[in-house]
C-alpha cells in the first residue's frame, strides 16, 4: 500500500495507458461484414452502399453502384440517403477505419442495418471481387 501512495503519479500513468490501449477494443463498432457476405448482401438486393473515401480513391475503384459520400461530407449530406433508411446499407472505406466511423453516424441517424465492410475495399480486392472505375 505505501507503494501505491509513494509512486501515485507511475500508478496513475500506468492505468491510464492500460485504459488508452483497452479503449479500441472496448468501444462499440457496429455490425461487420466480410467481403462474401457484402456479395451475399447485394445479390439479395435492397443494399445500398456507400462509399466514404476520398475522391480520389474512389475513382481509382469502387464497388459497382456504390453511391459516394466523403466522410468528411457525410454530416451534411446524409439527406441524401434517406431513401434507403429501410434498406440494408454498407459502408466502405480503403482499410474499415473511416467505415466504423460512417455507420456509426449512419445509425445515429436513424438508419437501422447498418454494416462496414471489414477490411475496407482492400480486402474486397484481395479476395478478387471485382471493382469498377
Known amino acids: 500500500m505505501n507503494f501505491l501512495l509513494d509512486n501515485i503519479f507511475v500508478v496513475a500513468i500506468a492505468v491510464i ?6 479503449w479500441p477494443a472496448l468501444t462499440p463498432r457496429g455490425k461487420r461484414a466480410t467481403p462474401l457476405q457484402v456479395t ?9 452502399v456507400v462509399d ?3 475522391a480520389e480513391e474512389f475513382a481509382a475503384g ?24 429501410n434498406r440494408t446499407v454498407v459502408v466502405v472505406c480503403q482499410s474499415g477505419a473511416r ?8 445509425q445515429a441517424a436513424g438508419f437501422e442495418d447498418v454494416h462496414s465492410l471489414e477490411g475496407g475495399l ?3 480486392t ?3 471481387l471485382p471493382v469498377t472505375k
Open 40 to 48: 451475399q448482401m447485394i445479390n439479395r438486393g435492397k443494399t445500398t
Open 17 to 22: 495507458s492500460g485504459v488508452a490501449l483497452l
Open 52 to 54: 466514404v473515401r476520398s
Open 99 to 106: 467505415g466504423d466511423k460512417a455507420a456509426r453516424q449512419l
Open 122 to 124: 482492400a480486402a474486397w
Open 62 to 85: 469502387h464497388l459497382r453502384d456504390a453511391k459516394h459520400i466523403p466522410l468528411a461530407d457525410l454530416g451534411n449530406r446524409i439527406g441524401e440517403l434517406d431513401k434507403s433508411k
Open 126 to 128: 484481395a479476395a478478387g
